[in-house]
């Protein structure tokens, strides 16, 4: 019975790798290849690959791209992208996944999730590529994405890492039919817009805001999950004279929804002051806990009873190398939960704690694969009989 159940096992692993193919687009369909990338997606099946060769001197495919299967898309040649003058609808469908690696829009053309998924969830992947925005602000999507840069993301839910983008907006006013298991996480991302940099408004899902670099920009969360524990740490938040802010951080949530938001070991950074004064830090109705962040204006925060060890310095920010210049090292919180990589107490702003900046932007990366998540446990306790660490990457 047992070898029996081991064959049918492996027969049916050979006929679901069977079953996937390569689909090549080329060139004037070059060696009986696809000559458009909409040829290849009308002749593909669920879980296909289709391996698209840049066309030379930088030439575009000149098409509007309609996804409405499980797919995945990569360039035929190493360390370069292939380039799209068109936009890209994804057609929602439950269980649909689709992954773009290595791609390049160009123009304002965006990504787009055309409506809500029903009866389950889509997920979009996307890796090491440029586009002028990404929507997905639909319900029961998650937009994963890595090492991309791109205009404005609106989304329902998902995972930004090592990401140049403008802003990010998460706005899910309804609860999602079909949750996923996963919480919101955005890490390691260079925010470039003057005001919100971040913006969340939803109620699904706890989220965790790490070691961002927002140099004129502000986060605001409206809305949390009830009886939710969330984290802002070690980021770097700057409020400027134009960006129309008292606060860097701006916390709230209506009637009925109230949860726990840990503000720790972040950066806050002021320049004014125009619009009167400076809070780093505003919460209504949702329960913040506000320890060693450290700001260059003030650390006043009449609205917040939890605080402690935050305190003012003198410092500057490097908005094009992303570093805070003049900061103590060593004073973020002592606790091992958020000691840096190398063991020592953890350092404020965006290169502290396990989850630093240099895991998503090491130096000299060149044509390397790239890290684009990495979870793992700060303590193992004494009769711990299992260690669970995540982490994942992509090639160029």
Not at 4 to 33: E, N, P
Not at 228 to 244: L, Y
Request: glycine residues 8%; contains cysteine.
């Amino acid at each position: 019975m047992k070898k029996q159940l081991f064959f049918i096992a492996i027969a049916s692993l050979l006929t679901s790798m069977a079953s996937a193919a390569d689909l090549y687009v080329r060139d004037l369909g070059a060696g009986g290849s696809y000559s458009t990338i909409s040829a290849a997606i009308t002749a593909a099946n669920d879980g296909d690959r289709i391996i698209i060769r840049p066309k030379a001197g930088s030439i575009p495919f000149i098409e509007n791209l309609t996804i409405d299967k499980s797919l995945s898309f990569v360039s035929e040649i190493n360390f370069s992208k292939y380039i799209l003058q068109g936009t890209i609808t994804v057609t929602p469908a439950a269980g649909r996944v689709v992954t773009i690696n290595n791609l390049q829009i160009s123009g304002t053309n965006a990504i787009t999730v055309s409506a809500d998924t029903t009866g389950g969830r889509t997920t979009l992947n996307l890796l090491n590529s440029t586009t002028a925005g990404v929507n997905a602000g639909v319900a029961n999507t998650t937009l994963n994405m890595s090492g991309c840069t791109s205009a404005g993301i609106t989304m329902t839910h998902g995972r930004l890492t090592g990401n140049k983008i403008t802003s990010i907006n998460i706005n899910t006013p309804t609860i999602d039919t079909n949750p996923s298991t996963d919480d919101i996480e955005i890490i390691a991302n260079a925010i470039s817009v003057t005001g919100t940099a971040i913006n969340l408004n939803q109620k699904n899902y706890n989220f965790r805001i790490l070691n961002n670099f927002a140099g004129t920009g502000i986060v605001t969360i409206s809305a949390v999950k009830n009886d939710s524990t969330n984290e802002i740490i070690n980021n770097v938040i700057s409020s400027t004279n134009t960006s129309n802010a008292n606060n860097s951080i701006q916390v709230s949530s209506p009637a009925g929804f109230t949860g726990l938001v840990s503000i720790l070991n972040n950066v806050f950074y002021y320049v004014g002051p125009t619009f009167g004064t400076f809070y780093p830090v505003t919460a209504s109705g949702v329960s913040c806990y506000v320890y060693y962040n450290v700001s260059n204006y003030s650390v006043t925060m009449p609205t917040i009873t939890n605080s402690g060890n935050n305190n003012v310095a003198s410092f500057s920010l490097n908005t094009s190398t992303y570093t805070v210049n003049g900061l103590a090292a060593n004073t973020g919180s002592p606790e091992d939960d958020f000691a840096d990589i190398d063991l020592s107490r953890n350092d404020r702003g965006n290169f502290g704690g396990s989850d630093t900046w240099a895991n998503y932007w090491p130096t000299n990366v060149g044509n390397k694969p790239q890290v684009n998540y990495l979870k793992t446990p700060r303590r193992i306790y004494t009769g711990t009989t299992e260690m669970n660490a995540t982490g994942s990457g992509y090639s160029k």
